[in-house]
């Protein structure tokens, strides 16, 4: 059962990828999803996958379902396709927020997959003993191995929904984008897309394997979990126990070089030209975002980041003399200009010089539009999300707050 809106597009909410990843499946790789019979009601959305935050709406352990947006219905050709990967820090978001509704997108002529992936603890979460028991020898990275079942399931079944399983763009922001990237390295993902697009999140680096496990070991413990059953009492704490003690202070989580989902950090696949031979678009945003705990000293950190070349760098963006210059009409700031660099343009350049290197095709951007009556607060982080999908009237609601 579907949602058909006056336009022709419809919608199909809340179908699943996987086989829910609960009791003994949690912090395993996902497994296909069980056919069902009958009808499924495909007109509400499900559950975000478990974290702290976005509190509105509800939330679950069993969330590995996506939803799709068609161009019309019945669908009489294949419309070329684009999956969404959220952002969100890699331990928020998800797939059914307001923002990212595919309707006015998909009246463009494509077909819009919405996915929801694990997140957080239960998504990127790596202790000796998921080492041990995987075929893979790998742990962590539930969350990509869910991009990647998400995929295959769109390679396997999105035809009936109208879509061309050969022509499947993937598309993201933020931590999403490190995901889009992280999968253009990624082995398992080879061939199950042709173009990807990274918004404000190139390809940075991961952490090993080993040092990943020793913050679960450390987590384990400070619930009073050590030794042999560690890991089945991990498993036996509730979803929302576990929750609330990732709260109270949770490892530090993200993409590590697990082995299987990526036997090789990122940076080095990129660097010497191995990854997917896919047209890529990156970019960022003009004013991507303050530093982190607020303004600081330009001239600390810019002497702080570039070392012997610290005075170069002073002179490039003006402050090697005693004023600061005028703040641009486009990038803000010499402090916006220095953060939006360094944690997005720099790494987006280097990237695409590395892709466009090994023979890819590559595109770069940078978006700097503004929403009317919020003009000063400039092209912010994420700000390009709304005139994607084409729904400015939710991102102008959230900026008020």
Not at 75 to 96: K, L, Y
Not at 113 to 131: K, W
Request: proline fraction near 7%; glycine fraction near 12%.
């Amino acid at each position: 059962r579907r949602v058909l809106f006056r336009s022709g597009v419809a919608v199909f909410k809340n179908i699943p990828f996987a086989q829910p990843p609960v009791g003994d499946l949690r912090w395993r790789e996902p497994l296909p999803a069980k056919a069902w019979t009958g009808v499924r009601d495909a007109t509400v959305f499900g559950p975000m996958c478990n974290q702290n935050d976005n509190k509105q709406l509800p939330h679950s352990e069993d969330c590995l379902q996506l939803n799709v947006w068609t161009p019309k219905w019945p669908a009489p050709s294949r419309a070329p396709v684009m999956v969404w990967v959220h952002g969100g820090g890699n331990t928020a978001g998800s797939g059914v927020e307001a923002l990212f509704n595919g309707e006015v997108l998909t009246r463009r002529g494509v077909v819009i997959v919405n996915v929801n992936y694990r997140l957080g603890i239960l998504g990127f979460f790596a202790h000796p003993g998921l080492t041990k028991e995987s075929s893979h020898h790998a742990a962590g990275n539930y969350g990509l191995a869910d991009q990647i079942m998400a995929l295959r399931w769109v390679r396997d079944n999105i035809a009936k929904f109208g879509g061309n399983p050969a022509n499947v763009t993937i598309f993201g922001e933020s931590a999403g984008a490190s995901d889009v990237n992280a999968l253009i390295a990624s082995p398992l993902a080879k061939g199950l897309f042709v173009r990807a697009i990274a918004q404000s999140g190139p390809i940075g680096a991961q952490a090993a394997l080993a040092d990943s496990e020793k913050r679960g070991v450390d987590f384990a413990a400070k619930l009073g979990f050590t030794g042999e059953e560690a890991l089945a009492k991990l498993r036996a704490v509730p979803d929302t126990e576990l929750m609330e003690k990732v709260a109270q202070g949770g490892p530090g989580l993200g993409i590590n070089v697990d082995g299987w989902v990526l036997p090789e950090p990122g940076l080095k696949v990129y660097a010497e030209g191995r990854e997917q031979k896919v047209a890529l678009l990156i970019g960022n945003n003009s004013q991507e975002m303050q530093p982190r705990g607020g303004p600081g000293d330009i001239r600390q950190m810019i002497s702080q980041r570039y070392g012997p070349l610290a005075d170069r760098a002073l002179a490039l963006y003006g402050v090697n003399g005693a004023n600061e210059p005028q703040a641009d009409p486009e990038n803000g700031t010499v402090t916006l200009q220095f953060t939006t660099d360094n944690s997005f343009r720099c790494g987006t350049v280097q990237e695409l010089v590395w892709h466009t290197g090994a023979g890819n095709p590559g595109y770069e951007y940078q978006f700097s539009r503004t929403v009317h009556g919020q003009e000063a607060k400039g092209a912010p982080h994420a700000s390009e999300i709304p005139f994607i999908f084409g729904t400015l009237a939710v991102w102008q609601n959230m900026r008020k707050y």
